[in-house]
């Protein structure tokens, strides 16, 4: 569905990507990890082309959008929730999910992308005419998410979706949302800081740090079999100790012998 083939994406002269290779499958729910300044953000950008790659390819259902402009991504497959709550506070719920719509659509299609909303998030059905700015912090969140699903994308990018909100109602949220992509079999790739989330969430998850592509696999490989200190790291709650390679299978370390299959 998605390749990115040694993408670099500079900011004049900062080089934010480093070589970022990555695929992601139709129907899959992928996270790219990391921390503050890592290269997420930008990770999304270039994908649906609100910048464009210095050197490397972005292909999409097969497709080489890599020079592609912002402007047509939501015409071409792509809904991008981008970073904070994106809603207007003083537009009502019907005109958040309509902004934008009236210049690409007909009042059938918006009529449609709203039947999408209800069936994503029902519970906004009772809420369309309401100011946005009264609504609780996850029900403006479902508004966004509901702006970006509703034109039934081919792939959704989500940029800290639940970032900003107090942990019980992030994980309600990320299970709902989980649930609802699941269910629908829509491909999505998301950004996150937050390791529980993207354990979760995601199918395979992509550990991202300087701008580089650390690793790329499911849970219980990065936590089991980190590719390099700085996974285990970033990934593990243990404690890392100094150890020498004895032979294939055993290390020597200051707590004795540990052995075990290593690749
Ligand atoms: P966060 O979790 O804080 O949102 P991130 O992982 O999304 O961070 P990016 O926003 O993609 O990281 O930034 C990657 C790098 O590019 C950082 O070093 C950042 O300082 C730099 N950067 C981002 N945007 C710009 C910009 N507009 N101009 C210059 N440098 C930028």
């Given at each position: ?26 129907g ?8 503050n ?20 390819t ?7 959008i ?8 939501a015409?071409?497959?792509m809904?991008?929730?981008p970073?904070g709550?994106?809603?207007f ?5 019907k005109?958040?999910l309509?902004?934008g ?12 992308d709203l ?5 994503y ?36 990018l989500?940029?800290?979706p ?14 709902e ?5 699941r ?32 690793q790329?696999?499911n849970?219980?490989d990065?936590y ?14 243990g404690?890392?100790?100094p ?7 055993k ?13």
């Amino acid at each position: 569905m998605l390749k990115m083939i040694g993408v670099e994406t500079f900011y004049g002269k900062i080089k934010a990507l480093h070589g970022v290779s990555l695929a992601v499958k139709a129907g899959q729910l992928v996270c790219i990890l990391g921390a503050n300044g890592a290269g997420k953000t930008t990770i999304l950008k270039t994908i649906c082309g609100a910048l464009e790659p210095q050197k490397g390819t972005v292909v999409f259902s097969g497709q080489d959008i890599t020079a592609w402009q912002p402007d047509k991504t939501a015409k071409q497959g792509m809904g991008h929730v981008p970073e904070g709550r994106e809603v207007f506070p003083f537009l009502t719920v019907k005109e958040n999910l309509e902004m934008g719509a009236y210049s690409r659509k007909g009042k059938n299609e918006i009529d449609a992308d709203l039947e999408m909303v209800f069936h994503y998030f029902p519970d906004l059905k009772n809420k369309i005419n309401l100011q946005a700015v009264l609504l609780s912090g996850g029900q403006q969140q479902r508004v966004a998410l509901a702006r970006a699903m509703a034109p039934r994308p081919d792939i959704l990018l989500l940029d800290e979706p639940f970032s900003s909100m107090d942990s019980e109602l992030r994980e309600q949220l990320a299970r709902e949302v989980r649930h609802l992509l699941r269910r629908d079999g829509i491909t999505a790739i998301m950004v996150t800081h937050d390791q529980h989330e993207a354990f979760a969430m995601a199918d395979q998850i992509g550990v991202l740090g300087n701008g580089k592509l650390l690793q790329w696999g499911n849970g219980y490989d990065l936590y089991h079999r980190p590719s390099s200190r700085f996974v285990a790291d970033f990934i593990g709650q243990g404690v890392l100790i100094p150890g020498e390679i004895i032979d294939d299978n055993k290390i020597s370390t200051e707590l004795g012998i540990v052995s075990g299959k290593m690749t």
